[in-house]
Structures are given as structure tokens and as C-alpha cells.
């Protein structure tokens, strides 16, 4: 739909020009009082509301001249078909939803100006040609929209003459517009008030963060359990039956009753085209047998599905736009690892193929992406993420709306909150969380990346793990493991919900305590330089416990590299006394084994554990007969790195 051009030295229009039939999108042209440019059937576009999608032109007639109207369109026809060269340099595909806003916010713009001129005289009705610097200035000072998107650009870019040229040739006006490139550099933009309480709301605070995913957890795991279903993720931490229920009730059996409840209800209003429940005979049955009524049933049910929806986001980290592709048969096994297909929208063209992007799945992924699938086995909807509940007189299939999503985090919030420490009632009596702990799919996404941060996990891996690329290795066909499934990252995070001091002690005694084993490339310098410290500080006075309290006030010295701690010196001398290049993987995979800069604590072995455990897994595999040479080295060195952790001295290199 939009062309992208080449950088040019000087600027030009295409010959493309805007006559009364000439095609916007595939649903209007130029003259039509509104641009559509929504396309039917792409799943792109899910997440922007239809009215993110159109320029309402007629909508504005009352507020602007009709010449100042046709100028802006003529300006949008220009700006579709020149991205790229209008701004003197190469951009992005420009996505339907932002040019819709840019416009949208310029003619709210522009009515705002000529709101201020008719205040002071009414019958105001001059051009646009007719504001200078000293209006755009008046306009923006009392402009009160959250977003001025664009605004600066299209002032920019109507002080092009070629772009004057077609706007002149079109309205029929001989004038310039008064205001010049300098002029607008000038300009004051409003500012947008930040929100001290928003700005403090992007993380979730850590004990909310512990309640969430302990609940969240416990509400998937007694579920699961109850229902009799197979669970793949360790709940060591739950302890409790959190599933609101009768004890005696068969969950099994009471989740297919009202499986068949649903699908009865919903035969039969497809049947009659009318939204009305037929099964009062089957609730009454339901009740009788369970003793339990079915929509406290449902509510119970609805409850878990959020729990689920939330672990998902908390644990893949995916956007919006993102989860709402996610569809019942999205999770799926390559290569031996689990993941979460869907696709990613952010950044990409409109126009490509769906479906062909991976989220990393770790077992409570899994298992919450189970409960969802099991609730759609009675909606009968594609989405894991839906907007509505059935296939019900042919209601069109589309996931949940933004606030829709985040609508539904709130309400889980609000049923765990029994002492309503992070929810209460307003003055209608309605139970609402207070702003400083509302939830969003935003924010959780800021929280997943700020728990990498807190758990040592360093910035690029934080960053592969976010763009959610899943990357084969090039002869091996290995995944290249840098995100939540490498090692132990994801149940150590999972574990561990809040960072405690207790952690960083622990992580600074398997490091510098003078008894701790040490394995890595870089381990013999390491110890030789920590018994050196120790040893100076001992003579000074000091004891081993009191060393060590001096370390916990200090920051590591380390980059964490998933398998050990990189010292960042990079290049380094060999034994014969040359330099050389650290052994590196690739990508974010560091070789700490093997690499001089590198040291592998006790703290690690979990990861060593995991990265044999894998490694074993791929090499039982016949079909990775073309990689046994290269998993048989690297299970021999983990054995070995392990062995290493496990004895009782300091034995150095791996």
C-alpha cells in the first residue's frame, strides 16, 4: 500500500497525483469523505480498532474549511505515496494506524486554530496558506490532546515548494504557506505531564509480583491436578488448594458437564439466531449432581483462565499485539524445545505471512497455555486471547481488545486480593485496584525484562529474549538457547520472585569465600588473585565473615554470561604469551569453560545441570546423528565443569 523511495538529494513528488478516482487503499479513494484502510481478514491487524484504521475527512467539515480540508488530504495523498523521501531520509514502512493518527492529530490541530481565530471573530474562514509561525505557535499553546505525533513533520513538509506545488494546482490557491522551515525548528512543542505514579507503575512492585505468580500458579497447577490432566512445570512453592470448589467434587466429570452445557447453549442459538439459553433442564441437572451451581462453576472457571492469560504474558514477555495471535494450537516442539508460535507485529509489514515467530516456553507455559485450550474446547474460539465466549449467530472471531486484556488482569488481581491491600471499593461500592498496582500487558512485559536485570541475566540476552527469535545453529541445527529455556534461567526466575539480599549473599559466598570451587577458563588467575585479597586483608585484621560483609556492599565485578561470569576483558594473553580472542560460541552464548576471562561458580551448577541434561536429551535423539560428535564434546565438558563444583578444594579449569 505504501511505497517506500530512495534517499533523494532533492525532493520530489511522485507522478502519482490525486485526482477524484485515484485509489487510497483498496477500499477508497481520494475523493471519499473517508479513507479506509482496513484489510479484511488480516490478523495484523487485530490489535488496532477499526476506528484507529480511517481518516474521518467529513467529520471535520464543520470545523474547517473545505479548501483547508483538501489541502490536508492533498498533503496525506503526497505523504502515502512518498514515504521516504518527504523527510529527506530513508524511514519504516509507514503502518495504516500511524498515518491515520498523524492526519488525525493535524486536522484536530488545525480546528483548534480555527476555534481560537472565531472566538474572536466569527465569520473567520481564511486558508491554511493564511497562519504563519505566530498561529502554529497560538495552536500548539492551547492544544490539550495526549499526542502530538507527526505534528512537527507535517508542518515540515508543507514547507516543501514541490509539495505547495501540487497543493496549489489542487485547491486552486497561488499563495505560499507563511511559515518556513526555520519556523518550525522554533517551535515550542507542548509537553505531555508525566504521571509520578505511572512512571512509578512500570515495574511491578516485587511482593505484588510474588502473590501474582504464586496464585497465578497455584490457581494452574490445583486446576490441572484436580482435573486429572499430565503437568509439566515444578510447584514446589505451592502449597495450598487454591481451587474454589467443593472437595468432594470430581472436577473431571464437572468440567465436561458443563463443557456440554456450553456447546448445548450455543447449538441452540446458532439454530434460532437469538441470544437466549436453552438449558435450564441441564443447570438444574448440573447442580443436582455437583452440588454447585454452574455459574459459580463458570465464574471459577473464568478465574483460572485469567490466571493462565496472565502466567503467559508474564512468562513470554510478548507484547499485546503479540499475545493476541496466540491461537490453540500455538504451542509446539522444535528441536527438541517447546515454544509459542505466533506473530509479531511491532515493526513489521501488514502484508506478511502469520504465524512465523517463537516465544520460548517453559513448563508453566505450557501448562497454562493448556488451560486455555481447554477452555476453548467449549467456546469454540481460535484465539488463546479471545474478545468474546462462543460462536454464537455468526459473531465475527476476534482476540480481546487491548483494554479488554488488561480489564481481565485487573479482575484476576481483585479475587486474589482478599485483604484488598491493592484494590477497594469507590464510592459507587465497586471494588477497582488503586492506580499505583493497575496491571497491563505493558507493564508485565517491563517486569519480565526487570527480573533479567535483577537476576544477573546480562543485556543481550535480556534483549534475544524479547525480540523472541528463534535461532537454529547453522550446521548443527541446535536452537541457540539465550533466552528463558537456556539453562536454568527460567526456573530460577520462576523460583525466585523477589530478588533478596539473601540471593546477591548466597552469590558473592559461592564466588570469593576462600574454601568456594571455582571451574573456568579464567578460574587458576581467580583464586590466585582472591587468596592474595584474603590473605592482605587477614593480616590487616580481618576475619572471613567480615571480609565477606565488605563484598555484599559492593557490585560484582562480572557480566553474567548464563553458564559463569565474564570479567569483560576480552582478548587476553595464551600460555606461549600471544594474544588471543576468547572462545566464544557466538551470538550470546560465552564459553566460560574454556575462556580465560571467564569463572563458573557453585551458583551455576543448576545451569550446568540443565545444559547436560539438554545436551544428553539431543544426543538420544537418532536424528541428530549429524551432531553426535559436537553434543559428546560438550556433555564431556559440563560432566567435567560439574565435577569440578562438586569436589571439596578449589580445583581450577574445566
Known sequence: MFVRKE??????????????????????????????????????????????????????????????????????????HNVGSLGGRVKKMMKPQTLCLKF????????????????????????????????????????????????????SILTIEAVQYEIHRKVGCNSFFAWTAADVKKLSMPLKKASKESARAMVIQEELLQILIINASSDVYWFLKRLGANIVGTYDFVNKNTLRVPEALDVEEAFEDYRQIRLASIDQMVKSKKRQSWTIDLRKMFLAKHKMAVNDFKRELERVQSAAKYLVMQFTGARYSEIITFKKDALCLKDGNFFVKGTIVKGKNERLTVGNDYWVAIPIVRDAIKVLELIT??????????????????????????????DNLNRYLISIDRDRKYSGAKGDGRIS???????????????????????????????????????????????????LGYGNIGQEIFNSATYAEEVKK?????????????????????????????????????????????????????????????????????????????????????????????????????????????????????????????????????????????????????
Not at 106 to 132: G, Q, V, W
Not at 453 to 478: D, Q
Open 7 to 80: 534517499k533523494l538529494n532533492t525532493i520530489t513528488i511522485s507522478n502519482v497525483t490525486p485526482e477524484l478516482n485515484s485509489p487510497i487503499s483498496s477500499k477508497s479513494n481520494f475523493s471519499d469523505g473517508v479513507w479506509d484502510f482496513s484489510i479484511d481478514g488480516n490478523e495484523r491487524q487485530n490489535s488496532v480498532g477499526d476506528s484507529k484504521l480511517r481518516i474521518e475527512w467529513d467529520r471535520f467539515s464543520d470545523r474547517i474549511p473545505d479548501s483547508s480540508i483538501k489541502a490536508v488530504k492533498v498533503l496525506a495523498f503526497i505523504y502515502i
Open 104 to 155: 488525525e492529530n493535524l486536522l484536530n490541530f488545525f480546528s483548534r486554530i480555527y476555534s481560537l481565530k472565531r472566538a474572536k471573530n466569527p465569520d473567520y474562514e481564511c486558508h491554511l496558506f493564511d497562519f504563519d509561525a505566530r498561529d502554529l505557535q497560538l495552536g500548539l499553546d492551547h492544544y490539550k490532546r495526549q499526542s502530538v505525533m507527526g505534528l512537527r513533520e507535517l508542518f
Open 377 to 406: 474446547s467449549y467456546t469454540l474460539h481460535d484465539y488463546l486471547f479471545a474478545s468474546n465466549h462462543g460462536k454464537v449467530l455468526q459473531v465475527k472471531h476476534l482476540p480481546s481488545s487491548d483494554t479488554g486484556v488488561n
Open 433 to 483: 485496584v488503586y492506580p499505583a498496582y493497575l496491571l497491563s500487558s505493558h507493564r508485565i512485559r517491563h517486569t519480565l525484562a526487570n527480573q533479567f536485570h535483577k537476576h544477573r541475566i546480562g543485556l543481550l540476552v535480556t534483549s534475544y529474549h524479547f525480540k523472541h527469535a528463534y535461532f537454529a545453529a547453522r550446521f548443527y541445527k541446535i536452537p541457540n538457547e539465550v533466552t
Open 506 to 654: 548466597q552469590l558473592i559466598e559461592s564466588i570469593y569465600s576462600p574454601d568456594a570451587p571455582i571451574a573456568g577458563g579464567g578460574a587458576a588467575n581467580f583464586i590466585q588473585t582472591r587468596d592474595a585479597f584474603f590473605n592482605g586483608e587477614i593480616m590487616a585484621g580481618g576475619t572471613p565473615s567480615v571480609i565477606l560483609k565488605r563484598l555484599y556492599r559492593r557490585n560484582l565485578p562480572f557480566a553474567d554470561v548464563m553458564l559463569g561470569y565474564c570479567g569483560g576483558k576480552d582478548n587476553y594473553l595464551n600460555d606461549s604469551g600471544t594474544m588471543e580472542e576468547p572462545p566464544c560460541i557466538g551470538q550470546c552464548k560465552c564459553n566460560p569453560s574454556r575462556c580465560k576471562n571467564a569463572i563458573i561458580p557453585k551458583s551455576k551448577e543448576p545451569h550446568w545441570k540443565s545444559y547436560l541434561k539438554n545436551n544428553e536429551k539431543l544426543r538420544a535423539d537418532p536424528e541428530m546423528t549429524h551432531a553426535y560428535d559436537f553434543l559428546d564434546f560438550h556433555i564431556k565438558e559440563a560432566k567435567a565443569v560439574l565435577q569440578i563444583l562438586n569436589s571439596k578444594s578449589t580445583i581450577t579449569g574445566a
